[in-house]
């Protein structure tokens, strides 16, 4: 191109440059994308923006607002707002910025800022359905016996949530990868088309950590979790039948939705890491990625939102209907089997009644009740708005 510039006129050589800028996604839209498409992914990011932004804060505020629902079972949920909120506000805002505009404009550093923001703070999302997973199998289950769910036990798992999605998403930053513009041209993700084997060997690491990893556990966990339930239900606590069947469809709609929500971009990732030279319409290979981004819309509706404690507080909050006490949520402590751990809603409520070695006691009104008995009846739901 440079050479027929300097063997022709001036105005040709104008017309190659433009031609040249049109295939920096940075300068000008990509050539052989209609302006309609970008009109309608803006469109459609500013609807699942503004929902997620919306939805998750009110999981936030609420959550803030009542104490009650501050509980150790409650807080990777909170933590789990709080990501998919900095995913719509980094990747979300920025993604409807660069579609209404047709490219990425904001430039190579917003680039690397972006990529390297949806992809950690989507982790952190990923994994926290994944320790949700584990508390809960851990709160029903009780793989250690009579060790409770604590804060400081629920602050650890928040932890290795943000240090294990770090360690895993900074490294394209420091030249292991790297974060890059995607083939749509308005958005950035990690380099799934590149060549290198030191990138491969990064993609294959990233892809094993951070979604065969965290889809293992939640597997795991749930499974045990419904094998207890079931095992609880054919027992004779025949009260525990209505929380299971509860429970067991919230456990089918959120494995669904994680599936739903991933496995596209990580089959895709997957696909274009092994395949690097497949040739792929830009619209099409940009649908997995705009994909996930809708997981910070109905993460809160499945795991809040549905829960009818949370609704309790959420109704209160608006039209103030209801008594929600601002005691101390030990109030109760001296019912016997009573703990704040039995009032975290449907699970907890299951977890009282479920003895530690799986076999039904029989109830004794005569004496003292423990972990396993009867007598551990929750508190009534309005009472208590945890989640």
Same mark, same amino acid.
């Given at each position: 191109?440079?050479? %027929? @510039? *300097? +063997?022709? =006129?001036?105005?040709?050589?104008? !017309?190659?440059?433009?031609?040249?800028?049109?295939?920096? /996604?940075? $300068?000008?839209?990509?050539?052989?994308?209609?302006?309609?498409?970008?009109?309608?992914?803006?469109?459609?990011?500013?609807?699942?923006?503004? %929902? @997620? *932004? +919306?939805? =998750?804060?009110?999981?936030?505020? !609420?959550?803030?607002?009542?104490?009650?629902?501050?509980? /150790?079972? $409650?807080?990777?949920?909170?933590?789990?707002?709080?990501?998919?909120?900095?995913?719509?506000?980094?990747?979300?805002?920025?993604?409807?910025?660069?579609?209404?505009?047709?490219?990425?404009?904001?430039?190579?550093?917003?680039?690397?800022?972006?990529?390297?923001?949806?992809?950690?703070?989507?982790?952190?999302?990923?994994?926290?359905?994944?320790?949700?997973?584990?508390?809960?199998?851990?709160?029903?289950?009780?793989?250690?016996?009579?060790?409770?769910?604590?804060?400081?036990?629920?602050?650890?798992?928040?932890?290795?949530?943000?240090?294990?999605?770090?360690?895993?998403?900074?490294?394209?930053?420091?030249?292991?990868?790297?974060?890059?513009?995607?083939?749509?041209?308005?958005?950035?993700?990690?380099?799934?088309?590149?060549?290198?084997?030191?990138?491969?060997?990064?993609?294959?690491?990233?892809?094993?950590?951070?979604?065969?990893?965290?889809?293992?556990?939640?597997?795991?966990?749930?499974?045990?979790?419904?094998?207890?339930?079931?095992?609880?239900?054919?027992?004779?606590?025949?009260?525990?039948?209505?929380?299971?069947?509860?429970?067991?469809?919230?456990?089918?709609?959120?494995?669904?939705?994680?599936?739903?929500?991933?496995?596209?971009?990580?089959?895709?990732?997957?696909?274009?890491?092994?395949?690097?030279?497949?040739?792929?319409?830009?619209?099409?290979?940009?649908?997995?990625?705009?994909?996930?981004?809708?997981?910070?819309?109905?993460?809160?509706?499945?795991?809040?939102?549905?829960?009818?404690?949370?609704?309790?507080?959420?109704?209160?909050?608006?039209?103030?209907?209801?008594?929600?006490?601002?005691?101390?949520?030990?109030?109760?402590?001296?019912?016997?089997?009573?703990?704040?751990?039995?009032?975290?809603?449907?699970?907890?409520?299951?977890?009282?009644?479920?003895?530690?070695?799986?076999?039904?006691?029989?109830?004794?009104?005569?004496?003292?009740?423990?972990?396993?008995?009867?007598?551990?009846?929750?508190?009534?739901?309005?009472?208590?708005?945890?989640?």
């Amino acid at each position: 191109m440079d050479t %027929l @510039s *300097l +063997s022709v =006129n001036a105005v040709s050589y104008t !017309v190659a440059a433009e031609l040249s800028a049109t295939d920096d /996604p940075f $300068n000008a839209p990509i050539r052989n994308i209609a302006p309609w498409n970008f009109t309608i992914l803006a469109v459609l990011m500013f609807m699942v923006t503004s %929902l @997620s *932004l +919306s939805e =998750n804060f009110l999981v936030m505020f !609420v959550t803030f607002k009542y104490k009650q629902l501050r509980q /150790p079972l $409650n807080y990777i949920i909170v933590n789990l707002a709080i990501a998919d909120f900095l995913v719509s506000l980094t990747g979300g805002v920025i993604s409807f910025l660069t579609n209404a505009r047709g490219y990425f404009f904001l430039g190579k550093w917003a680039c690397v800022l972006e990529g390297f923001a949806v992809t950690f703070f989507g982790i952190v999302a990923l994994w926290s359905l994944a320790v949700l997973s584990f508390e809960r199998f851990f709160v029903i289950c009780r793989p250690l016996g009579n060790i409770r769910l604590q804060p400081k036990h629920a602050i650890l798992g928040l932890l290795f949530v943000w240090t294990f999605s770090f360690i895993w998403t900074f490294p394209p930053v420091l030249g292991w990868n790297r974060y890059t513009i995607s083939k749509i041209g308005t958005t950035c993700e990690p380099d799934w088309y590149s060549t290198n084997m030191i990138d491969h060997s990064y993609i294959i690491t990233f892809f094993a950590t951070c979604f065969i990893l965290p889809l293992g556990v939640i597997f795991f966990c749930y499974g045990k979790l419904l094998r207890k339930l079931k095992k609880v239900s054919h027992g004779r606590l025949a009260t525990a039948r209505k929380p299971e069947r509860q429970v067991t469809r919230m456990v089918v709609v959120m494995i669904v939705a994680f599936m739903v929500g991933w496995t596209p971009y990580a089959a895709f990732s997957i696909l274009v890491t092994v395949y690097p030279s497949i040739e792929l319409d830009p619209r099409l290979a940009s649908i997995p990625a705009f994909f996930s981004k809708t997981a910070a819309v109905y993460n809160p509706i499945i795991y809040v939102f549905m829960n009818k404690q949370f609704r309790k507080c959420l109704i209160q909050l608006f039209s103030g209907i209801g008594t929600i006490p601002d005691g101390n949520l030990n109030q109760t402590s001296e019912r016997p089997g009573i703990t704040a751990e039995s009032q975290t809603g449907e699970m907890s409520v299951i977890a009282t009644r479920i003895p530690i070695g799986g076999t039904m006691l029989p109830r004794s009104d005569d004496s003292p009740t423990d972990c396993g008995s009867f007598a551990q009846f929750p508190i009534p739901e309005n009472k208590v708005c945890p989640i």
